[in-house]
T-cell receptor, first 114, second 114 residues
Framework: DTGVSQDPRHKITKRGQNVTFRCDPI?????LYWYRQTLGQGPEFLTY????????KSRLLSDRFSAERPKGSFSTLEIQRTEQGDSAMYLC????????????FGPGTRLLVL | SQQGEEDPQALSIQEGENATMNCSYK?????LQWYRQNSGRGLVHLIL?????REKHSGRLRVTLDTSKKSSSLLITASRAADTASYFC??????????????FGQGTILTVHP
């Protein structure tokens, strides 16, 4: 257990529905990342927050995806109008202020879109 | 997009043998990290090597980095059945706007038979 928690751990939804995932970081970690991992592949970067500011978004993050980190604590990732191609593991990782590059990953939320 | 290739894609060995995994990458890096992932779970950080380092040890792990060849290797000595997992290399980009995001390889699936 790294200290990063994600909820839910599993989500099954029908195509077209909206889903929201939550990540709770280690308390002193001001940097928060979202990654997506499909079967047999390594994680791919989606977006980055430093405190409450979203500083970078990948081209993978289409306009159906939105992420927030109110007050610089927990973060949410919402997918609207889900598609079957959104099925993947969504991983959250957090890190201390720049200078220490190790990222601590949560257990992930596995999404299945039917 | 994935940063590079990992080799081999799968490795099967007997307990007590050494396991060597290789990783190649494409762009300039600030650091290279190795992570481990047990089936269906989040990633656990193993070891980090900075771009100005050539070799690093941590317990049964030995990592080498050759920036001229843009490659790294992870050696696990005296492997145990509990080492069975997927292993990923991840590079942290050089430059101030990388924000510490990691670019992962596709991973090596290691199976250690008791």
């Amino acid at each position: 257990d790294t200290g990063v928690s994600q909820d839910p751990r599993h989500k099954i939804t029908k195509r077209g529905q909206n889903v929201t995932f939550r990540c709770d970081p280690i308390s002193e970690h001001n940097r928060l990342y979202w990654y997506r991992q499909t079967l047999g592949q390594g994680p791919e970067f989606l977006t980055y927050f430093q405190n409450e500011a979203q500083l970078e978004k990948s081209r993978l993050l289409s306009d159906r995806f939105s992420a927030e980190r109110p007050k610089g604590s927990f973060s949410t990732l919402e997918i609207q109008r889900t598609e079957q191609g959104d099925s993947a593991m969504y991983l959250c990782a957090t890190a201390t202020p720049v200078g220490k590059e190790t990222q601590y990953f949560g257990p992930g939320t596995r999404l299945l879109v039917l | 997009s994935q940063q590079g290739e990992e080799d081999p894609q799968a490795l099967s060995i007997q307990e007590g043998e050494n396991a060597t995994m290789n990783c190649s990458y494409k762009t300039s890096i600030n650091n290279l990290q190795w992570y481990r992932q047990n089936s269906g779970r989040g990633l656990v950080h193993l070891i980090l090597i900075r771009s100005n380092e050539r070799e690093k040890h941590s317990g049964r792990l030995r990592v080498t980095l050759d920036t001229s060849k843009k490659s790294s290797s992870l050696l696990i000595t005296a492997s145990r059945a509990a080492d069975t997992a997927s292993y990923f290399c991840a590079t942290g980009g050089a430059g101030g706007t990388s924000y510490g995001k990691l670019t992962f390889g596709q991973g090596t699936i290691l199976t250690v038979h008791p």
